[in-house]
């Protein structure tokens, strides 16, 4: 069964606004730029975790597929081939939302 709307909202939609909001408050600069960043992983990753249940193949590809995007994405930005300025404490924030969200799928067992 998939999860309810409301566990959708809390675990996809609810990220996405926190982080956005954290660029609104004045916060030191290692919660702004790093917070948002893990944020976006674990919605994303839940997202992929949402769509993908029950086809157990397909869903372990899509839930691992947002680690090396994102890696790639800012290693592109640490060789200027797009915008953007490369952090490593950036890996370190994906790495840690792609795990948070495998951490409570697992424990919700969904």
């Given at each position: 069964?998939?999860?309810?709307?409301?566990?959708?909202?809390?675990?996809?939609?609810?990220?996405?606004?926190l982080g956005?909001?954290?660029?609104?408050?004045?916060?030191?600069?290692?919660?702004?730029?790093?917070?948002p960043d893990?944020?976006w992983m674990?919605?994303?990753?839940?997202?992929?975790?949402?769509?993908?249940?029950?086809?157990?193949?397909?869903?372990?590809?899509?839930?691992?597929?947002?680690?090396?995007?994102?890696?790639?994405?800012?290693?592109?930005?640490?060789?200027?081939?797009?915008?953007?300025?490369?952090?490593?404490?950036?890996?370190?924030?994906?790495?840690?939302?792609?795990?948070?969200?495998?951490?409570?799928?697992?424990?919700?067992?969904?």
């Amino acid at each position: 069964m998939a999860p309810s709307i409301k566990l959708t909202c809390i675990l996809v939609l609810a990220p996405l606004v926190l982080g956005a909001g954290i660029y609104r408050l004045r916060t030191p600069a290692i919660i702004r730029n790093e917070v948002p960043d893990m944020l976006w992983m674990f919605s994303f990753t839940s997202l992929q975790a949402i769509i993908w249940k029950g086809k157990e193949a397909i869903r372990q590809i899509f839930i691992f597929l947002p680690i090396p995007v994102s890696f790639a994405l800012e290693f592109l930005q640490r060789n200027h081939a797009i915008p953007g300025t490369f952090d490593m404490l950036d890996l370190l924030a994906y790495a840690a939302g792609w795990l948070a969200s495998r951490i409570t799928f697992g424990t919700l067992n969904l």
